[in-house]
């Protein structure tokens, strides 16, 4: 029996890609997009049907999304939280602070919260956090850095809540991830030269990540049967993070 997934942020960027290898390796995949435009055109360039439209940093939209999940599925074996991510003019400013704050901390918690309840007993909750997360990086954006942190704190003392229903929750925390249109795609068509300098110099394996890089630890994490993998925050970065 297949098992089945929803992610959530997985309308474009790594969550669709992760939604496509998935698939690819018959797992059933719930699909989360913020609006019907972006519906159609999944339905249309990508075959992707099971797709649940909401945005996820409000409170009724979730609860919408709560209701299209047990139409489709009724329940859940895996959730994987994936949405977050930068905001396009991040600055010092409170502002700033609160859209990544909310972006990422506030939506991936909610989730967890409001679908935690469809997940199967002895299911599996995953969040996409960062290696910003873990230490810091520069050139990463403070409020992002910090936003991921609090992430992978919540991963870490939730997950004693989700065992005592048999349910398990992890973060996968990647480093430089390296698809179509993601950021280091964008940032190496504009500066070819200092991109490899930077991995080079940073990533001791010297290569980027890759989208099954993540989506081989997933399968690693979904196939554990005893859940006694939980509240494990999984670094993949090639070794560029240097705490213990």
């Not at 390796?25 to 797709?51: G, M």
């Not at 936003?147 to 704190?153: C, G, L, Q, R």
Request: with cysteine; charged share 25%; aromatic share 8%.
């Amino acid at each position: 029996m297949k098992k089945k997934i929803f992610i959530t942020g997985s309308g474009s960027g790594l969550g669709l890609f992760l939604a496509q290898k998935l698939k690819e390796d018959n797992y059933e995949v719930i699909v989360n997009v913020r609006n019907q435009k972006n519906k159609k055109k999944l339905i249309k360039y990508f075959h992707l049907k099971n797709i649940v439209v909401a945005d996820l940093n409000d409170e009724k939209s979730r609860k919408l999304a709560s209701k299209q999940i047990k139409k489709i599925f009724n329940s859940i074996d895996v959730m994987i939280c994936n949405a977050g991510g930068n905001i396009k003019k991040n600055s010092n400013t409170s502002n700033s602070w609160k859209k990544i704050i909310d972006k990422n901390f506030w939506t991936t918690v909610n989730s967890v919260l409001d679908f935690e309840k469809l997940v199967k007993r002895n299911g599996k909750i995953i969040c996409i956090s960062s290696i910003c997360g873990k230490e810091y990086l520069d050139g990463a954006p403070i409020n992002y850095s910090v936003a991921k942190s609090a992430v992978n704190a919540f991963v870490k003392f939730y997950s004693h809540n989700l065992s005592k229903s048999n349910k398990s929750l992890n973060a996968i925390l990647p480093g430089n991830l390296m698809f179509k249109d993601s950021v280091w795609d964008k940032k190496i068509k504009k500066n070819k030269k200092n991109v490899i300098n930077y991995i080079k110099k940073n990533v001791p394996i010297n290569r980027f990540g890759s989208v099954d890089d993540i989506v081989n630890v997933i399968s690693y994490i979904i196939n554990q049967k005893n859940n006694f993998l939980n509240g494990s925050l999984i670094t993949i970065d090639g070794g560029q993070t240097k705490s213990l």
